[in-house]
């Protein structure tokens, strides 16, 4: 029943809601969801970057490494 739950809720709130609005729901629901992709993308380079850039230093200063 658990599984099913949101189910429910979700056709109960479709049966008593104008469709105009329920459109306009899906559009910001698929607004937020691009903006959530959009910031871990530019998160993920950040910290990639991040990292990387701390394993470069890290090994300037390491005395035994040698090209």
């Known amino acids: 029943m658990e ?3 949101p189910g429910i809720f979700t056709a109960a ?3 008593f809601t104008d469709l105009n609005a329920l459109l306009s729901l899906v ?3 698929t607004l937020f969801v691009f ?3 959009a910031n ?3 998160y ?3 910290v990639a970057i991040g990292e990387m850039m701390k394993e ?3 090994s300037d200063q ?3 490494f040698k090209v």
Do not use: N
Request: charged content about 15%; hydrophobic content about 45%; glycine content about 4%.
């Open 27 to 29: 559009s910001i629901g």
């Open 13 to 15: 709130i479709a049966l």
């Open 40 to 42: 871990a993308v530019v």
């Open 3 to 5: 599984i099913q739950s």
């Open 62 to 64: 390491d005395p035994s």
């Open 35 to 37: 903006y959530m992709v």
């Open 44 to 46: 993920r380079r950040h």
């Open 56 to 58: 470069s230093v890290e």
